[in-house]
């Protein structure tokens, strides 16, 4: 489920009212927020693939990200699976990825498509 515009107003202004001695929920809170944002579809060898719950208005083409520490790849399945944009893989990571997308495409398609309906 998408945050609203009202909920994330909402949810900033809440965690900005917390004071120092409240610093760890808040960062708590806030981290919660950001993982229901990015709904998770699978893990694989600490690359973990998973879309944005706002994917762009209108929203753009079935596709996967993957981040890794500071690295972030996004994937499109469709009409092949290939690297639309890279920030920090290698060339021979970025093949496992779209090999590891490719094998896992069935589950990346039916998670997007039931999150999305």
């Not at 107003?9 to 004071?19: N, P």
């Not at 699978?42 to 690295?71: A, K, T």
Request: glycine share 6%; with cysteine.
């Amino acid at each position: 489920m998408a945050l609203s515009l009202d909920m994330t107003v909402h949810f900033e202004k809440l965690v900005a009212g917390f004071s120092r001695n409240h610093k760890c929920h808040a960062s708590l809170t806030s981290a919660r927020a950001w993982n229901a944002a990015m709904p998770v579809v699978f893990r694989d060898r600490g690359f973990r693939f998973f879309f944005y719950s706002n994917e762009g208005s209108p929203r753009e083409p079935l596709h996967v990200h993957v981040r890794s520490g500071s690295s972030e790849a996004k994937i499109w399945l469709d009409p092949q699976v290939q690297v639309a944009s890279s920030f920090g893989f290698d060339a021979g990571t970025l093949r496992e990825l779209v090999e590891v997308a490719q094998a896992n495409r069935v589950l990346i398609e039916r998670t997007w498509h039931e999150y999305f309906s």
